[in-house]
T-cell receptor
């Protein structure tokens, strides 16, 4: 059974720092990997999606990498801002995708606080 | 589009009562998912539908939980009878299968507290 782990569980950094959030998964046979952002009391917003054949994706100050063979992904946030404060969730879709209905398998998240 | 709509946003009920959560997916989406989020277990898949048909309900914790999707624009998740351990945030999500680049769109969630 796929297990997704995120380290650290919580992180506090001063504004302007570059930071890395880590995600690991036990079964490398994934369809894709996604990073989501969750603000308190809100739903999830997709940040980046990496297909199993890709190595990384970038959007603005965010860069996500994927190393399937080692079962790892990182989310890099450049020049962090207080508005980046949120919980960041890593999720994988297993196997071929269709056999699991494209259902997401989530880590428990990293709670990020960026202080002014 | 208004996105995925869930109601109610908050629900407080007493143990033993029936609870019904509602979801309206994004128009044209062919997959609908129900997830539950707790501090201890994080986000877990409960059940998903494809074209209104339940495909995998192995995540449904007990027979007290049931879900339906009578048409493409509406789904319900029912808990009867409710118990305090059902307290959680329940999310509905939908997506449209269109090849490799796919993401799910999540509703704002229903925060359930069972006393």
């Amino acid at each position: 059974k796929q297990e997704v782990t995120q380290i650290p569980a919580a992180l506090s950094v001063p504004e302007g720092e570059n930071l890395v959030l880590n995600c690991s998964f036990t079964d490398s046979a994934i369809y894709n990997l996604q990073w989501f952002r969750q603000d308190p009391g809100k739903g999830l917003t997709s940040l980046l999606l990496i297909q199993s054949s890709q190595r990384e994706q970038t959007s603005g100050r965010l860069n996500a990498s994927l190393d399937k063979s080692s079962g790892r992904s990182t989310l890099y946030i450049a020049a962090s801002q207080p508005g980046d404060s949120a919980t960041y969730l890593c999720a994988v879709i297993d196997g071929s995708g269709s056999d699991s209905g494209y259902a997401l398998n989530f880590g428990k998240g990293t709670s990020l606080l960026v202080t002014p | 589009d208004a996105g995925v709509i869930q109601s109610p946003r908050h629900e407080v009920t007493e143990m033993g009562q029936e609870v019904t959560l509602r979801c309206k997916p994004i128009s044209g989406h062919d997959y609908l998912f129900w997830y539950r989020q707790t501090m201890m277990r994080g986000l877990e898949l409960l059940i998903y539908f494809n074209n209104n048909v339940p495909i995998d309900d192995s995540g449904m914790p007990e027979d007290r939980f049931s879900a339906k999707m009578p048409n493409a624009s509406f789904s319900t998740l029912k808990i009867q009878p409710s118990e305090p351990r059902d307290s959680a945030v329940y999310f509905c999500a939908s997506h449209k299968h269109r090849g490799l680049l796919e993401t799910q769109y999540f509703g704002p969630g229903t925060r359930l507290l069972v006393l």
